[in-house]
Nanobody
């Protein structure tokens, strides 16, 4: 059992920026695709961005393209989500996941992001 640990959430005004970080076990992190997900109250959890183990391929939800950037530093066992031009609709709990082959894996406990007007 390996649990990623997220940090960097907070309260910001619309148009502001935050950088989320996720730290995980090095042995698992280095060979795994990583993802950022978010869930607002009463809504389904959705994929925000993913990045392959080598960092060579990324995916983004249409709603965050051009505003968010996912990256990883395998030497530090860390994946980042840089969030710029934040909107109120970005408000959610953001989760990091070590993605398994069958879609399973390891989830972090989440970090709250709140974007105000």
């Amino acid at each position: 059992q390996v649990q990623p640990v997220e940090s960097g959430g907070g309260l910001v005004q619309a148009g502001g920026s935050l950088r989320l970080s996720c730290v995980a076990s090095g042995s698992i992190f280095s060979i795994s695709t990583m993802g950022w997900y978010r869930q607002a109250p009463g809504k389904q959890r959705e994929t925000v961005a993913t990045i392959t183990r080598g960092g060579g391929s990324t995916t983004y939800a249409d709603s965050v393209k051009g505003r968010f950037t996912i990256s990883r530093d395998n030497a530090k066992n860390t994946v980042y989500l840089q969030m710029n031009s934040l909107k109120p609709e970005d408000t959610a709990t953001y989760y990091c996941k070590i993605i398994g082959i069958g879609g399973g894996g390891y989830w972090g406990q989440g970090t709250q992001v709140t974007v105000s007007l």
